[in-house]
């Protein structure tokens, strides 16, 4: 309940939209179930033989027919206009909604998205908000409609013949239940259904990522057979929904039929005895109560049960609303206006999971302008580092300082506009050339784009494609080389112009020697006059660095320059013969 008025709540700016909608829906049912009663008018007063002259009955049926259908005409545009402004209420809330959980996704640490699953953020932000759109929309303001339309034909009914609504109102009990019954079973196939095709499409999500794989390894015949299973488990939760369904509208025509033969019966026999209390046109009228009755019966049945379904959707919408923010930023941020860079690690202490400590009582400083290269085998904490300093994660314990301020000292956004990275697997948006550059950045017009893809030798190749900045590229960055979509992030982060540097630098086997030599020289002109922290695994960057950090299992074992490091003949020996050796290793740049 609590979370039905969280939700709401999100109506309020739409209140007095909502007050009209409900206006609507009043006028709609007292125009609409006021019609039975001009046909009972029409058949007692003109078609039935009243007394009055022939002449006066039909002036009377013109009347009566024009009133007809004015008020039908207006009741059902009243109706349409009242479905649509509902409609919109929905979709204003739902896209109230939706934005509030993306802003929100946006703002979430890096260690609440280690832990969910994309899948599951893209149901929030997707189909669990439609499924809320329709509990608004349909459920709240559909039920208040239903209602309004039930309390009308009753009141109605009872106004005509008290007796012959009793009748009626008895088998009420019995028939709402069956529809609830049939609404669950439904609900529940239909349940089925969005489990399963979901299960369905992440298989075939994993398959079309991995196909290169099956295809290598002849795994297309157990492919196969894993998604014939799902495939069989998707279809019978279709048909199990068929069935249900083709229950539904028989039931609700049988209901009316039973309705009907009650009133037929008990009015009929009224009549037949001469009885005053029901006349031929109170019960037409009656049996058009009647047949009115049961759509709305039946709708207010199934939101009863979707209400369910909806309030779990309601609580995980919530539940990610609600969920806590880790890296917050201070309430007073410092933020100077250029740093020089100094970067320092003071006693850190760091773990992603409690007590499995990744870093341990790391400490060292970067001066500025230099370029500190990591080395270490994998797994020992380097690129952790990198994630520290950008307030990716918090540190447990010690601090990681920027010219003497520690980053938690920073606002985040200020923070990471500073710091520039280029990883090794570079990403590409879709969208042009230029915007992969410029990023939306304000104040980074064509020129600097320009400029920083040249200096990164990025320009040439650039200026090769079909529309040169303006082509567009999809979010694999396809069409371009591994070497060209390295290049292109370096242009991208220099445009930036960041404070700081990042590098992953990953021998790449995959690249030329040309591209290669292109690559070495673009990142040297980045990393010209900026603290620099580079990820190293190039030789000749390890080689090039000002200093030089020998990481083991999270811990700093060496420190120096190359020669320092090769004459204590210890770890770092080791790393870096391994490394000569490695095949990855780009020939031209070995020693
Ligand atoms: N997001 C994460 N959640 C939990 N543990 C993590 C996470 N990222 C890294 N780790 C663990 O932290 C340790 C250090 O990882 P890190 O990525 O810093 O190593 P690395 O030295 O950069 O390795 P590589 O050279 O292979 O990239 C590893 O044991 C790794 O399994």
Avoid at 127 to 138: A, M, N
Avoid at 210 to 230: H, K, P, V, W
Wanted: aromatic share 10%.
């Amino acid at each position: 309940m609590k979370m039905a008025r969280r939700l709401l709540s999100y109506s309020a700016p739409y209140w007095r939209w909502l007050a009209l909608a409900f206006a609507l829906i009043m006028f709609t049912s007292l125009v609409v179930n006021f019609l039975p009663v001009l046909l009972q008018r029409i058949t007692d007063l003109c078609l039935l033989d009243s007394g009055s002259p022939p002449g006066e009955r039909m002036e009377l049926l013109l009347r009566l027919g024009v009133l007809y259908i004015s008020m039908a005409a207006a009741g059902h545009l009243v109706r349409y206009a009242q479905a649509m402004l509902t409609a919109w209420i929905g979709q204003k809330i739902i896209y109230d909604l939706r934005l509030e959980v993306f802003r929100k996704v946006l703002r979430m640490h890096q260690a609440y998205f280690d832990n969910t699953a994309i899948g599951t953020l893209m149901t929030r932000v997707t189909s669990d908000i439609e499924r809320l759109q329709h509990f608004v929309t349909e459920g709240v303001v559909g039920s208040i409609a239903d209602l309004f339309m039930i309390f009308g034909i009753m009141g109605y009914m009872i106004w005509f013949s008290p007796a012959l609504s009793l009748s009626i109102f008895a088998t009420m009990p019995l028939l709402f239940a069956l529809m609830y019954f049939i609404n669950t079973r439904l609900r529940n196939a239909n349940r089925d259904i969005r489990d399963r095709q979901s299960k369905l499409n992440a298989l075939m999500q994993e398959d079309l990522t991995g196909m290169t794989t099956i295809q290598l390894f002849n795994r297309e015949a157990s492919a196969l057979q894993d998604f014939d299973t799902r495939n069989t488990k998707l279809r019978t939760a279709y048909f199990d929904e068929v069935r249900w369904f083709s229950l539904y509208f028989p039931s609700i025509e049988g209901g009316q039929v039973i309705a009907i033969l009650i009133t037929l019966a008990v009015g009929g026999f009224a009549i037949m005895k001469g009885s005053d209390m029901v006349t031929i046109g109170k019960l037409i009228a009656f049996l058009a109560y009647v047949r009115n009755f049961f759509h709305p019966l039946g709708s207010l049945s199934d939101k009863a049960g979707s209400f369910q379904i909806a309030m779990a959707s309601v609580e995980r919408v919530f539940g990610l609303l609600d969920k806590e923010e880790l890296i917050n930023d201070p309430a007073v941020p410092e933020s100077p206006e250029r740093i020089a860079g100094t970067i320092a690690f003071n006693n850190v202490w760091f773990a992603y999971n409690e007590n499995n400590w990744v870093i341990k009582d790391l400490s060292f400083e970067v001066e500025p302008g230099q370029v500190l290269a990591v080395v270490g085998a994998t797994g020992a904490g380097k690129s952790t580092i990198i994630n520290l300093i950008g307030r990716f994660y918090d540190v447990q314990r010690g601090s990681v300082t920027i010219d003497g301020i520690d980053v938690r000292n920073f606002g985040k956004h200020d923070l990471r506009g500073r710091l520039g990275y280029v990883f090794q697997d570079p990403f590409i948006f879709t969208g042009t050339v230029a915007d992969n550059i410029g990023l939306g950045t304000p104040g980074i017009g064509r020129e600097d784009m320009v400029r920083a893809a040249k200096t990164v030798n990025a320009h040439g190749f650039i200026e090769a494609m079909p529309k040169g900045y303006d082509t567009e590229l999809n979010e694999r960055g396809e069409g371009l080389s591994l070497g060209q979509k390295q290049l292109l992030v370096m242009a991208r982060a220099l445009a930036q112009d960041p404070e700081l540097l990042f590098v992953l630098d990953e021998a790449t086997a995959s690249v030329d020697t040309a591209t290669e030599m292109l690559i070495q020289d673009a990142l040297a002109k980045l990393m010209a006059n900026r603290t620099s922290i580079v990820i190293a695994h190039r030789l000749s960057t390890i080689r090039h660095a000002d200093r030089i950090l020998v990481m083991r299992h999270g811990e700093l074992v060496d420190q120096g320059t190359h020669d320092e490091l090769m004459a204590h003949d210890g770890y770092y020996r080791q790393l870096y013969e391994l490394l000569m050796h490695s095949p990855d290793q780009p020939s031209n740049f070995q020693i």
